[in-house]
């Protein structure tokens, strides 16, 4: 049961232009989202989150909304950078686990096209 | 760098072995979560510990088993392995885990092969 989901598993686009990567969750109390990059060879980074009482976290060029009643959330990188190339988790906090773990998504692979 | 540390970064060994994969947190970390990305699949909760209890328990086999030590460092144990076991493992790390949301800090991963 794939509670946080990720369809689209690649996206391209020119440098300069908008990405926007996008993710679906099933289970309406969760309460906190996050993004993170990852590059081969590393491990994932935190990127950006957004709390369930938010809308919209802007951070420079990354920006996340929320948009609870369709279970969605977007994540725009404004504008594309080559070295924005990698993979991108979504990533949901699991509601009264008192874990803080995190539900990934299955990644969406960005490549930027100078 | 995360501060998170694991070991060993590639790990090649055949079916039927065991293998033990370890982690170190970030200083002052005292939960641990292992994460299991197998191909072209997601980052798969396995377990969390917290000051050396268990926390959580994802779908993690009964083939395999975690502890955390009084350091707080963590192993992954990992037996009777298949081929199927093939995958990168993730350990992170987090100042909480006691359901204040924070955000995790990811070793570089130990990616091990069986043949």
Sequence with gaps: ?114 | DSGVTQTPKHLITATGQRVTLRCSPRSGDLSVYWYQQSLDQGLQFLIQYYNGEERAKGNILERFSAQQFPDLHSELNLSSLELGDSALYFCASSVVGTGITGELFFGEGSRLTVL
């Design chain 1, 1 to 114: 049961d794939q509670q946080v989901k990720q369809n689209s598993p690649s996206l391209s686009v020119q440098e300069g232009r908008i990405s926007i990567l996008n993710c679906d969750y099933t289970n309406s109390m969760f309460d906190y989202f996050l993004w993170y990059k990852k590059y081969p060879a590393e491990g994932p980074t935190f990127l950006i989150s957004i709390s369930s009482i938010k809308d919209k976290n802007e951070d420079g060029r990354f920006t996340v909304f929320l948009n609870k009643s369709a279970k969605h959330l977007s994540l725009h990188i404004v504008p594309s950078q080559p070295g924005d190339s990698a993979v991108y988790f979504c990533a949901a906090s699991e509601p009264g686990s008192n874990t803080g773990k995190l539900i990934f998504g299955q990644g969406t692979t960005l490549q930027v096209k100078p």
